[in-house]
């Protein structure tokens, strides 16, 4: 599985930008995808993931209420609304050859290149 995000940027805080990730190789639909993000100084975190169709999705509760996490095909989206200056990082997209939805960094196996976030206040 091949995994490109894109859709990062500069918004200020109260903005919204939308993260894509299209994936490629694999059956796609067979995987959990999910969205972490890593600030400077700091390790990467869980922010979303999505099951194979769609219907069970799970969140950071530093993001629930303003991220959504959806997929299409062979996209995966992360519709960030609300945004706060701590949101800003390198986002990433991952997935994970499984049923279960995982917030663990190191069950991921296959990650995009990341897409960066900056959040002006």
């Known amino acids: 599985v091949q995994l490109q995000a894109s859709g990062g940027g500069l918004v200020q805080a109260g903005g919204s930008l939308r993260l894509s990730c299209a994936a490629s190789?694999?059956?796609?639909?067979?995987?959990?995808m999910g969205w972490f993000r890593q600030a400077p100084g700091k390790e990467r975190e869980f922010v979303a993931a999505?099951?194979?169709?769609?219907?069970s999705t799970r969140y950071a509760d530093s993001v629930k209420d303003r991220f959504t996490i959806s997929r299409d095909k062979n996209t995966v989206y992360l519709q960030m609304n609300s945004l706060k200056p701590e949101d800003a990082a390198v986002y990433y997209c991952?997935?994970?050859?499984?049923?279960?939805?995982?917030?663990?960094?190191?069950?991921?196996?296959?990650w995009g290149q990341g897409t960066l976030v900056t959040v002006s206040s």
């Open positions: 190789g694999r059956t796609f639909s067979s995987y959990i």
């Open positions: 991952a997935a994970r050859m499984s049923a279960i939805i995982s917030t663990r960094v190191y069950e991921y196996r296959y």
């Open positions: 999505i099951n194979y169709s769609g219907a």
